[in-house]
C-alpha cells in the first residue's frame, strides 16, 4: 500500500500533471524563426524564386508555370466531378422512374385482381408457397406487401448479399480557387509583377543571389517590408512611397502610367522571426494522450 503520492503516483488509472507535462501534453508554442518563413521574392506553389512572377488581386505571388499549371489541373477535377454528378443524376432519374412503372403496374394488377376476383399471382421461384395459400414453415399468411419485402430483402449477415450504399456526388463548384488564399480566382485576373533588380557594382561583386529594391527610394527589399504593387503596370515599390506618391500623383513611378487607388495591391508576406510585421508568426503543436498506452498523439503544428 502506498503511503506517499508524490513518490507512488504510478498506480493510478489517470495521469497526473506532473506526468502530463513530462510526456509533453497539451499545445505547445513556440515562434518561428527567419529559416521558417517564405521570402518575399519566393513562389507560393514551389517555394523557390519565382520565374516570370504572377500575381493575384490578394496579393499572393506564383510562378507564372505553377499557376497555370495550378488553375488547368483544377479545371480538369471540376470537369471530372461535374461529369461524375451528371452520371449519378441520370441514374438516379432512370431510376425513379422504373420505380414509377413498377408501382403502376402493382396497381394495375390489384385493380384487375379485385374486378375478377383472382387470387394474386407469384413468379418468384426463391419463394415457396403451399397449395393452400400459406407462406413459411409457421404457416403464416403473407400480404402482398410483406411478399414483396420478402423477395427484395438483402441477406444483410452475408458480405455478397449486403446492401450497398452508393457515394453521393454533390454539384461541384464551377469557379477555380488561389491556392494560398482559397478565395475565387480567375485567370484574366492575374497580372504580372516586376521588381526592380539593384544593378550597382558593390552588390554584383558582393553577392551571387538577385537583390531587389525600391525603384523610387532604392531601399533594399526585405521580408520586413510592407510591399505594394500596381495592377495596371506591376511595378513594385515598398509601402512608404506607394503611399506618399502614388496615391497622390496617381501615376506610377517608373513608367508614368497613370493608376487609382484600386489599383494598389499589397503583396503578401511571409514577415520574419527577428522583427515586428503584421503577420501572427506562433507555431502551435497539439499533442493529445493516446488511451492506455502512456503516449502522446500529435498534430502537425498549424501556423495562426
Known sequence: MPQRHSKNNNDLAFFTYDEKKKLGYGTQKERLGRDSIK???ACCLCLKHFINPMCC???HVFCKECIF???LSQKKDIQRKQAAHTAQQKQENQEEEEKLLQQKARELEAFDQQNHGALPQYNDR??????????GANSVKVTSYEEEALRTMKAFWLPSATPAAPAKVDAPSTSTVCPEGSEKLKLKSLFPVYYTEDSS???KSSSLDKTFICPSCKVTLTNTMSLVALSSC???FCKK???KFMAVDKVCLVCDKGCKERHLVNLAKGGTGFAGHGDNLEAKD????GSGSGLGLVRPAVKT
Open 286 to 289: 497539439f499533442k493529445h494522450l
Open 69 to 71: 499549371e495550378c488553375l
Open 241 to 243: 512611397c506607394a503611399d
Open 234 to 236: 506591376g511595378h513594385v
Open 126 to 135: 426463391n419463394q415457396s408457397r403451399d397449395k393452400t395459400g400459406f407462406h
Open 39 to 41: 521570402p518575399f521574392d
Open 201 to 203: 557594382e558593390e552588390k
Open 57 to 59: 488581386q490578394k496579393g
